[in-house]
């Protein structure tokens, strides 16, 4: 009987021994630890989604937090030291840090589906001008108002309906008809009722936004060049941007 006791104690301390082991030995490969990424897409479809489940399989230790937020409040963050990266849309000429090109996704209207758009293949800017537009604050919705603003030529160039909501309540609301939203690509992966998702197009085809993942050269957390060296793996084309290092 003490023979028996004996041997299940030395299985657990051995058991627990190569368990601390494990995870020494993980963090002394930059496996572990927290990072925290800052983004204002969604994460129900795409690249973004793609990477960060590439990411928990090869890390699977990390922590990873996230932050949602505007462009320009997710930069400030940065800047701040309170987040670690930020994979945001279209270029920002207020960070002086690190920047990497990364994917670009198309812009997409989610229209009610009674809606006369709604039996189109595709939607063109001009067709929005006079459409009840919701619009956020948050996310992509600033850079998709300069965008529309860009298109149609004019600064009061639909009716905006703005609401201080993320990104799945619009949706709901649009199901709900109390407007349109543009939207990117990422967001289509999920289903609402009463939505359809058409692409937005000029005279050229689909209308794209571009993304960058920015982080400060002098952090000194652990996880992140492991985030930016898989990132330059999966997208080697875009990674060999100029402007990142």
């Not at 993304?211 to 060049?225: A, I, K």
């Amino acid at each position: 009987m003490e023979g028996r006791e004996f041997l299940e104690d030395a299985r657990r301390i051995v058991g627990e021994a190569e368990a601390m082991a494990a995870r020494l030995k993980t963090r002394s490969r930059r496996e572990s630890g927290r990072l925290t990424i800052g983004i204002h897409t969604s994460l129900s479809a795409g690249n973004l989604r793609a990477t960060l489940l590439e990411h928990r399989h090869r890390f699977p230790d990390a922590d990873r937090q996230f932050v949602d937020g505007a462009s320009e409040h997710l930069i400030s963050d940065l800047a701040s030291s309170a987040i670690d990266v930020a994979v945001v849309a279209d270029p920002n000429p207020n960070w002086s840090g690190k920047s990497l090109v990364l994917w670009s996704e198309r812009v997409i209207a989610a229209l009610p589906a009674k809606h006369p758009l709604a039996s189109h293949d595709v939607v063109h800017w001009g067709e929005l001008r006079r459409e009840p537009l919701l619009m956020s604050q948050r996310g992509p919705g600033p850079e998709l108002l300069k965008l529309l603003i860009s298109k149609l030529g004019s600064s009061d160039p639909c009716k905006l309906l703005r609401h201080d909501v993320g990104l799945d309540r619009l949706l709901c609301m649009v199901g709900m008809d109390f407007g349109i939203l543009l939207a990117l690509e990422s967001a289509t992966g999920a289903t609402y009722p009463g939505v359809i998702f058409r692409e937005v197009h000029d005279a050229e085809g689909p209308t794209r936004l571009s993304f960058r993942v920015y982080w400060r050269q002098s952090n000194g957390n652990p996880l992140v060049r492991p985030f930016l060296d898989l990132i330059r793996e999966r997208y080697p084309d875009l990674s060999a941007d100029p402007g990142g290092s």
